[in-house]
Protein backbone atom coordinates (compact mmCIF):
# COMPACT_ATOMS: atom_id res chain seq x y z
CA UNK A 1 0.00 0.00 0.00
CA UNK A 2 1.02 3.55 -0.83
CA UNK A 3 2.06 5.64 2.27
CA UNK A 4 -0.79 8.69 2.52
CA UNK A 5 0.89 11.62 1.56
CA UNK A 6 -1.55 14.18 2.59
CA UNK A 7 -1.43 15.00 6.83
CA UNK A 8 -3.25 17.12 8.77
CA UNK A 9 -3.27 17.78 12.63
CA UNK A 10 -5.94 19.50 14.25
CA UNK A 11 -6.54 20.45 17.44
CA UNK A 12 -10.26 20.39 18.97
CA UNK A 13 -11.46 21.47 22.27
CA UNK A 14 -14.45 19.48 24.50
CA UNK A 15 -15.44 21.55 26.72
CA UNK A 16 -18.24 22.33 29.02
CA UNK A 17 -19.83 21.75 32.79
CA UNK A 18 -18.64 19.30 35.08
CA UNK A 19 -20.14 15.51 34.58
CA UNK A 20 -21.71 16.72 31.35
CA UNK A 21 -19.42 13.71 29.70
CA UNK A 22 -16.90 15.33 27.74
CA UNK A 23 -14.40 12.31 28.53
CA UNK A 24 -17.23 10.04 27.93
CA UNK A 25 -17.93 11.07 24.32
CA UNK A 26 -14.10 11.27 23.64
CA UNK A 27 -14.13 7.73 24.92
CA UNK A 28 -16.61 6.41 22.95
CA UNK A 29 -15.64 7.91 19.71
CA UNK A 30 -11.90 6.90 20.11
CA UNK A 31 -12.19 3.92 22.11
CA UNK A 32 -15.82 2.86 21.48
CA UNK A 33 -16.09 1.77 25.20
CA UNK A 34 -18.26 3.65 27.90
CA UNK A 35 -17.91 3.53 31.33
CA UNK A 36 -20.69 4.47 34.37
CA UNK A 37 -18.40 5.04 36.85
CA UNK A 38 -17.47 8.72 36.92
CA UNK A 39 -13.71 10.08 37.49
CA UNK A 40 -13.88 14.22 37.43
CA UNK A 41 -10.94 14.86 34.80
CA UNK A 42 -8.30 17.02 36.91
CA UNK A 43 -7.49 19.94 34.12
CA UNK A 44 -6.65 18.75 31.14
CA UNK A 45 -6.66 15.03 29.14
CA UNK A 46 -5.90 14.15 25.68
CA UNK A 47 -7.20 11.69 23.02
CA UNK A 48 -5.68 11.33 19.25
CA UNK A 49 -8.37 10.24 16.76
CA UNK A 50 -6.27 8.97 13.29
CA UNK A 51 -9.02 9.31 10.25
CA UNK A 52 -7.97 7.82 7.26
CA UNK A 53 -10.22 10.27 5.22
CA UNK A 54 -8.89 9.52 1.87
CA UNK A 55 -5.91 6.84 0.20
CA UNK A 56 -3.51 9.69 0.25
CA UNK A 57 -5.04 11.66 3.68
CA UNK A 58 -4.71 11.04 7.07
CA UNK A 59 -6.46 13.34 9.42
CA UNK A 60 -5.16 13.31 13.31
CA UNK A 61 -7.75 14.93 15.78
CA UNK A 62 -6.06 15.78 19.15
CA UNK A 63 -8.80 16.12 21.29
CA UNK A 64 -8.32 18.54 24.66
CA UNK A 65 -11.08 17.07 27.17
CA UNK A 66 -10.81 20.19 29.81
CA UNK A 67 -11.84 19.56 33.11
CA UNK A 68 -15.85 21.32 34.01
CA UNK A 69 -14.31 23.21 37.02
CA UNK A 70 -11.57 24.96 35.17
CA UNK A 71 -14.30 27.47 33.46
CA UNK A 72 -13.52 28.93 37.57
CA UNK A 73 -9.80 28.86 36.79
CA UNK A 74 -7.16 30.42 34.59
CA UNK A 75 -5.67 28.27 32.38
CA UNK A 76 -8.17 27.81 30.04
CA UNK A 77 -6.38 30.54 27.99
CA UNK A 78 -3.51 28.45 27.97
CA UNK A 79 -5.71 25.44 26.78
CA UNK A 80 -7.38 26.77 24.27
CA UNK A 81 -4.07 27.62 22.14
CA UNK A 82 -3.95 27.01 18.79
CA UNK A 83 -7.13 25.11 18.31
CA UNK A 84 -8.89 25.05 15.27
CA UNK A 85 -12.63 24.16 16.61
CA UNK A 86 -14.99 23.03 19.51
CA UNK A 87 -17.44 21.14 21.14
CA UNK A 88 -19.72 22.66 24.28
CA UNK A 89 -21.41 19.74 25.89
CA UNK A 90 -24.30 19.88 27.68
CA UNK A 91 -26.62 17.49 29.57
CA UNK A 92 -30.04 17.30 28.82
CA UNK A 93 -30.96 16.13 32.30
CA UNK A 94 -29.59 18.96 34.07
CA UNK A 95 -31.09 22.85 33.01
CA UNK A 96 -27.94 24.33 34.96
CA UNK A 97 -25.28 22.88 32.19
CA UNK A 98 -27.61 24.53 29.22
CA UNK A 99 -26.94 27.83 31.44
CA UNK A 100 -23.81 27.60 31.25
CA UNK A 101 -23.06 27.20 27.62
CA UNK A 102 -23.59 30.46 26.93
CA UNK A 103 -20.75 31.00 29.67
CA UNK A 104 -17.97 28.68 27.64
CA UNK A 105 -18.91 30.30 24.09
CA UNK A 106 -18.23 33.37 25.98
CA UNK A 107 -14.80 32.40 27.82
CA UNK A 108 -13.41 30.93 24.54
CA UNK A 109 -14.84 33.67 22.25
CA UNK A 110 -13.13 36.41 24.20
CA UNK A 111 -9.46 34.11 24.33
CA UNK A 112 -9.24 32.01 21.18
CA UNK A 113 -9.48 33.52 17.33
CA UNK A 114 -7.93 31.89 14.19
CA UNK A 115 -5.18 33.42 12.72
CA UNK A 116 -7.95 34.81 10.10
CA UNK A 117 -8.94 37.04 13.03
CA UNK A 118 -11.94 35.20 13.02
CA UNK A 119 -13.93 32.76 15.47
CA UNK A 120 -13.44 29.23 15.75
CA UNK A 121 -16.32 27.15 14.48
CA UNK A 122 -18.16 25.58 17.45
CA UNK A 123 -20.77 22.85 17.64
CA UNK A 124 -23.16 22.26 20.76
CA UNK A 125 -23.63 18.87 22.17
CA UNK A 126 -27.12 17.95 23.87
CA UNK A 127 -25.52 14.75 25.65
CA UNK A 128 -27.05 11.73 27.72
CA UNK A 129 -30.07 11.71 25.04
CA UNK A 130 -30.02 8.05 26.38
CA UNK A 131 -31.61 9.66 29.56
CA UNK A 132 -35.42 10.28 28.28
CA UNK A 133 -35.24 13.55 29.98
CA UNK A 134 -34.42 15.78 27.13
CA UNK A 135 -36.81 18.64 28.17
CA UNK A 136 -35.02 21.10 25.44
CA UNK A 137 -34.88 18.59 22.64
CA UNK A 138 -38.65 18.07 22.60
CA UNK A 139 -37.83 21.53 21.21
CA UNK A 140 -35.18 21.71 17.98
CA UNK A 141 -36.70 25.32 16.88
CA UNK A 142 -35.62 26.84 20.03
CA UNK A 143 -32.19 24.92 19.67
CA UNK A 144 -31.61 26.05 15.82
CA UNK A 145 -32.67 30.00 17.26
CA UNK A 146 -30.15 29.56 20.64
CA UNK A 147 -27.08 28.47 17.75
CA UNK A 148 -28.20 31.15 15.71
CA UNK A 149 -28.06 33.56 18.65
CA UNK A 150 -25.10 32.50 19.90
CA UNK A 151 -22.20 31.60 16.83
CA UNK A 152 -22.40 27.49 17.15
CA UNK A 153 -22.39 26.06 13.36
CA UNK A 154 -24.90 23.70 14.52
CA UNK A 155 -26.18 21.24 17.53
CA UNK A 156 -26.59 17.60 17.89
CA UNK A 157 -28.20 15.21 20.50
CA UNK A 158 -25.76 12.94 21.64
CA UNK A 159 -25.07 9.71 24.18
CA UNK A 160 -21.92 8.02 25.05
CA UNK A 161 -23.73 5.15 26.30
N1 LIG B 1 -26.62 7.86 30.69
C1 LIG B 1 -25.53 8.52 30.26
N2 LIG B 1 -24.53 8.78 31.13
C2 LIG B 1 -23.45 9.45 30.65
C3 LIG B 1 -23.33 9.84 29.30
N3 LIG B 1 -22.16 10.49 29.15
C4 LIG B 1 -21.56 10.48 30.35
N4 LIG B 1 -22.32 9.84 31.27
C5 LIG B 1 -22.00 9.64 32.71
O1 LIG B 1 -21.89 10.92 33.32
C6 LIG B 1 -20.83 10.94 34.27
C7 LIG B 1 -19.83 12.03 33.93
O2 LIG B 1 -19.20 11.73 32.68
P1 LIG B 1 -17.76 12.29 32.29
O3 LIG B 1 -17.53 11.85 30.88
O4 LIG B 1 -16.74 11.93 33.28
O5 LIG B 1 -18.04 13.86 32.36
P2 LIG B 1 -17.03 15.09 32.10
O6 LIG B 1 -17.81 16.12 31.39
O7 LIG B 1 -15.79 14.59 31.42
O8 LIG B 1 -16.72 15.57 33.58
P3 LIG B 1 -15.48 16.49 34.16
O9 LIG B 1 -14.22 15.76 33.86
O10 LIG B 1 -15.73 16.58 35.62
O11 LIG B 1 -15.57 17.84 33.54
C8 LIG B 1 -20.22 9.52 34.25
O12 LIG B 1 -20.79 8.79 35.32
C9 LIG B 1 -20.65 8.97 32.91
O13 LIG B 1 -20.77 7.55 32.94
C10 LIG B 1 -24.43 9.55 28.40
O14 LIG B 1 -24.45 9.88 27.20
N5 LIG B 1 -25.49 8.88 28.95
Given at each position: ?100 VAK ?58
Open positions: MQAPHKEHLYKLLVIGDLGVGKTSIIKRYVHQNFSSHYRATIGVDFALKVLHWDPETVVRLQLWDIAGQERFGNMTRVYYREAMGAFIVFDVTRPATFEAWKNDLDSKLTLPNGKPVSVVLLANKCDQGKDVLMNNGLKMDQFCKEHGFVGWFETSAK
